[in-house]
């Protein structure tokens, strides 16, 4: 089965930098790339995702790449904001069957 | 329009008991699954339900079971509580089955004493 590994677990970076967070994936019929937010005492959201068919997906401070050679996407924020803090998810689809796996989550800070 | 709804949103039971968690998806959104998520496991896939019936299941023992009402909502069930079992369980859902875009509640935080 798919197998998704993210890095780093936790991430502090100063408000205004960049903060960026890989993942890996291991099934290469994997072809969506969601990645979610978590914040305390709420249940995981979307924010933006990717198809195995596009490199890379902007939404305004946020942009997501995909090396499918390399079997890694990598989540980007810029400019960041303290309420950009929060736990990340990436996850991995593989198509046949709709299986969704997640990555262990990375714990982002963000320091005013 | 409303998201998921989980109720209770906290739980405390102590092990052997059983417990029931419910969801209530977005409206129109006919597909649910739940996850469990803990901090040594990160989030795991237990089922999904389509049309009252149960379309996948993760790799979870038989204490743990689901159903789909008519209407959508969702029941999980845990029996013979364990400590492991301490975790948030996780409703999302979804338009249909095969949609990758998941729609999460708040969950249910689940203690076992």
């Known amino acids: 089965g798919e197998n998704v590994e993210q890095h780093p677990s936790t991430l502090s970076v100063q408000e205004g930098d960049s903060a960026v967070i890989k993942c890996t994936y291991s099934d290469s019929a994997s072809n969506y790339f969601p990645w979610y937010k978590q914040e305390l005492g709420k249940g995981p959201q979307l924010i933006i995702d990717?198809?195995?068919?596009?490199g890379e997906k902007k939404d305004q401070r946020i942009a997501v790449t995909l090396n499918k050679t390399a079997k890694h996407f990598s989540l980007h924020i810029t400019e960041t904001q303290p309420e950009d803090s929060a736990v990340y998810f990436c996850?991995?689809?593989?198509?046949?069957?709709?299986?969704?796996?997640f990555g262990a989550g990375t714990r982002l800070t963000v320091k005013p | 329009k409303a998201g998921v709804t989980q109720t209770p949103r906290y739980l405390i039971k102590t092990r052997g008991q059983q417990v029931t968690l419910s969801c209530s998806p977005i409206s129109g959104h006919r597909s649910v699954s739940w996850y469990q998520q803990t901090p040594g496991q990160g989030l795991q896939f237990l089922f999904e339900y389509f049309s009252e019936t149960q379309r996948n299941k993760g790799n979870f023992p038989g204490r743990f079971s689901g159903r789909q009402f008519s209407n959508s909502r969702s029941e999980m069930n845990v029996s013979t509580l364990e400590l492991g079992d301490s975790a948030l369980y996780l409703c999302?859902?979804?338009?249909?089955?095969?949609?990758?875009?998941?729609?999460f509640g708040s969950g249910t935080q689940l203690s076992v004493l």
């Open positions: 999302a859902s979804s338009q249909n089955p095969g949609d990758e875009k998941l729609f």
């Open positions: 996850a991995a689809v593989y198509f046949s069957n709709n299986d969704m796996r």
């Open positions: 990717i198809r195995s068919n596009v």
